[in-house]
């Protein structure tokens, strides 16, 4: 794989032999041609893994998450110009173990990146990102193009799921069951995806119902629906531990719902 010295993008999804790659060519000195070369000084230190413009974030200590604080330490040397070459590659590995917070942290990098910098999400499940987060990267893995449609599917399915149960927060107990038993038939990778689209569906509907407030005053209605969504971030929370310390997705499932009944 290489790419044209001019058409880097700031931010990739990938799987991790395809992000050392990446990273190669981001650092790469070979500018009036395809990167990575594998011949200069910086192709051959990043082939040794010690290019001091390539950086890492992992899992610390076997830890189950990357934490926030992790990617607001990642924020600090952003913004640090490179040592030796003209770009900096961060390589965040396993990016779907980040929690909600990391992945807002993260997305608040994204959204205003130096010129400097890019980003190399390493994940097997994109789904368990924050759709924010995917829409400012671009995705290079193993048949990408076999599987995109049927990945498109399953996020609009998610997607629906999640406008639904949010929906369903409001006291309509039938929707609610119904989609407790929708959310318990999605397997490990879809409920991890199913739980980050509902945290931010949810803090977007809290935004609004703030601004709602502040248009027409807090009337009864919008008052209710406020409580609601603020009890269910706070359960999507607990349910992300949850998920992050492998219990069963049918009892996640339970206590995501149960809560509302």
Known sequence: MSFDSERLSHAYTADDSTADTIAMAVVCDARNAKRPCGGCVHCNKSSRRIHPDITEITRLDNKLIISVDQIRELKKDVYIVPNEAAQKAYIVRDADSMNVNAQNAFLQI????????????????PLALLPTIRSRCVELRAQRAAASHEDSAAIDELEELVVDYIDALAGDNVKMMQCMFRID????????????????????????????????????GIQKKREALIMASEIISKAEE?????????????????SFI
Do not use: W, Y
């Open 110 to 125: 994204l959204e205003e990146p130096p010129a400097h910098a890019v980003f190399i999400l390493c994940t097997n499940n």
């Open 185 to 220: 038939k999605l397997d490990r990778q879809a409920f991890g995806g199913f739980i980050s689209l509902a945290n931010e569906h949810i803090v977007l509907s809290l935004r609004e119902s703030i601004v709602s407030g502040m248009d027409s005053g807090i009337d009864s």
């Open 242 to 258: 949850m998920h992050t310390l492998n219990v069963s997705t049918g009892h996640i499932s339970g206590l995501l719902c149960a």
